[in-house]
């Protein structure tokens, strides 16, 4: 099987590696943390492969249980290597503002989820509403 040539950023360094397509995201990321010393930051977990898009707004994480050859990508595509976790700021009705971590590489629905189990009980019923 031909190798896919990806270019990895991590932070400000992009390198281009090879790939088998059969791949599995995973073994990806072990890849890419055993041979670019800027990926070694952190617990291996709270990183990921991002897929971003000409649009900001857009781009999907690719799943670890999933093979590389499964999101089609091609040759010099670009891939970050990127922490999945991030802090959201929550305006309270009464004006005050937490801070939760969330997993940028969950879905809506599982993020809503961690927000309101780290809130706490005031904010059930909305989380409760917005699930339905």
Known sequence: M?????????????KTMQF??????YDACRIIRER?????LGQPNDYGLFLSDEDPKKGIWLEAGKALDYYMLRNGDTLEYKKKQRPLKIRMLDGTVKTVMVDDSKIVSDMLMTICARIGNKFDNYCTISMS
């Open 20 to 25: 088998e397509p059969s791949t599995m995201v």
């Open 36 to 40: 670019v010393p800027e990926a070694q």
């Open 2 to 14: 031909v190798a896919l040539s990806l270019k990895i950023s991590v932070g400000n360094v992009v």
